[in-house]
């Protein structure tokens, strides 16, 4: 005796769907209080100063002054100047500091105590007045002459400058240094490479990635620190804009105008300083990301094409 068994329904009879999964994103209340926050302190600020007694014409009509211009110029030369000096200086001494001679890593570490340890404005005042200590400034048979004709403001600017950045820059140098394996070095040296040879041709190419980050900001801040130079009656920006808002009444709308100056030049840098990081990234990044101009490329292209989508 067979007994029949009856299926419930058609073989070939699909699943029961699924029910749809209701999400219900999370509320973030915070952080529309904040924003509300954050609008309303930028608004009370704004209206604080445009109900001051400020006199905003001036600063457009100051803006490209030749005095000014030539403040910017002055200012934009003594950082690129300082700057070299403190990366060249700055790579001597992190060589020296890692020598496994103690005199020259002694004076080198020496070299960067004093000169972190005190502040650049006092350095740029001792620079300018060492004319009180000594008289002549005597290298024979090389240079003589008196030490007021030889320091400058520009050169008591740019030693104070350069020579204070080149300790931060020296520790710079040395942590990328130290970030290269050791074994790049004794492979260099096992192919008969000169210590010289490889420091140039092997390290310091791999310590690029390391080194210029910090630089750049170095570069940045560097451009800022120039204004200390007013100490030594060297014509920057600062001093440029001081004179002539002491000339013109407008004291303090050409402060307004140098800190404008100083987010330009800041601005232009940081942009110099994103590609030359993106140049030395890529031997450590399979896939650089986009830049700036390539995401604003893409957006604007995929909007295109579901515009496009939508006409069609």
């Given at each position: 005796?067979t007994?029949?068994?009856?299926?419930?329904?058609?073989?070939?009879?699909?699943?029961?769907?699924?029910?749809?999964?209701?999400?219900?994103?999370?509320?973030?209340?915070?952080?529309?209080?904040?924003a509300?926050?954050?609008?309303?302190?930028?608004?009370?600020?704004?209206?604080?100063?445009?109900?001051?007694?400020v006199?905003w014409?001036?600063?457009?009509?100051?803006?490209?002054?030749?005095?000014v211009?030539?403040?910017?110029?002055?200012?934009?030369?003594?950082?690129?100047?300082?700057?070299?000096?403190?990366?060249?200086?700055?790579?001597?001494?992190?060589?020296?500091?890692?020598?496994?001679?103690?005199?020259?890593?002694?004076i080198?570490?020496?070299?960067i105590?004093?000169?972190?340890?005190?502040?650049?404005?006092?350095?740029?005042?001792?620079?300018?007045n060492?004319?009180?200590?000594?008289?002549?400034?005597?290298?024979?048979?090389?240079?003589?002459?008196?030490?007021?004709?030889?320091?400058?403001?520009?050169?008591?600017?740019?030693?104070?400058?350069g020579?204070?950045?080149?300790?931060?820059?020296?520790?710079?140098?040395?942590?990328?240094?130290?970030?290269?394996?050791?074994?790049?070095?004794?492979?260099a040296?096992?192919?008969?490479?000169?210590?010289?040879?490889?420091?140039?041709?092997?390290?310091?190419?791999?310590?690029?990635?390391?080194?210029?980050?910090?630089?750049?900001?170095?570069?940045?801040?560097?451009?800022?620190?120039?204004?200390?130079?007013?100490?030594?009656?060297?014509?920057d920006?600062?001093?440029?804009?001081?004179?002539?808002?002491?000339?013109?009444?407008?004291t303090?709308?050409?402060?307004?105008?140098a800190?404008?100056?100083?987010?330009?030049?800041?601005?232009?840098?940081?942009?110099?300083?994103?590609?030359?990081?993106?140049?030395?990234?890529?031997?450590?990044?399979?896939?650089?990301?986009?830049?700036?101009?390539?995401?604003?490329?893409?957006?604007?292209?995929?909007?295109?094409?579901?515009?496009?989508?939508?006409?069609?």
């Open positions: 005796m007994t029949k068994i009856e299926k419930a329904g058609p073989v070939d009879a699909p699943p029961p769907a699924p029910e749809t999964i209701k999400a219900i994103p999370v509320r973030h209340y915070g952080r529309w209080v904040s509300v926050i954050a609008i309303a302190l930028l608004v009370m600020l704004v209206s604080a100063f445009a109900g001051g007694d006199n014409d001036a600063i457009p009509d100051y803006f490209f002054d030749g005095e211009l030539r403040g910017v110029r002055n200012t934009v030369w003594i950082t690129i100047l300082s700057m070299v000096l403190g990366v060249a200086l700055g790579i001597v001494l992190a060589v020296m500091r890692l020598s496994k001679n103690p005199v020259t890593a002694s080198a570490w020496g070299y105590w004093f000169f972190r340890g005190t502040p650049v404005y006092v350095q740029l005042l001792v620079w300018f060492l004319g009180l200590v000594f008289d002549y400034i005597n290298i024979m048979p090389i240079y003589k002459d008196e030490w007021s004709d030889f320091m400058t403001p520009f050169l008591a600017a740019l030693l104070g400058l020579l204070n950045e080149a300790a931060y820059m020296a520790e710079i140098c040395r942590a990328g240094i130290q970030s290269v394996d050791e074994g790049q070095s004794e492979a040296q096992a192919l008969g490479m000169s210590h010289a040879k490889t420091l140039r041709r092997v390290v310091l190419p791999q310590a690029m990635r390391v080194i210029v980050p910090p630089t750049g900001n170095e570069f940045i801040n560097m451009l800022k620190t120039t204004s200390l130079v007013i100490a030594v009656q060297y014509w920006l600062l001093q440029a804009t001081s004179e002539v808002g002491q000339n013109s009444g407008a303090a709308e050409m402060l307004f105008l800190a404008a100056w100083y987010l330009i030049l800041t601005s232009v840098l940081s942009v110099g300083q994103y590609y030359l990081e993106r140049y030395y990234a890529r031997g450590s990044s399979r896939s650089l990301p986009a830049t700036p101009l390539q995401r604003v490329r893409a957006n604007l292209l995929s909007f295109s094409n579901r515009s496009g989508g939508v006409g069609a």
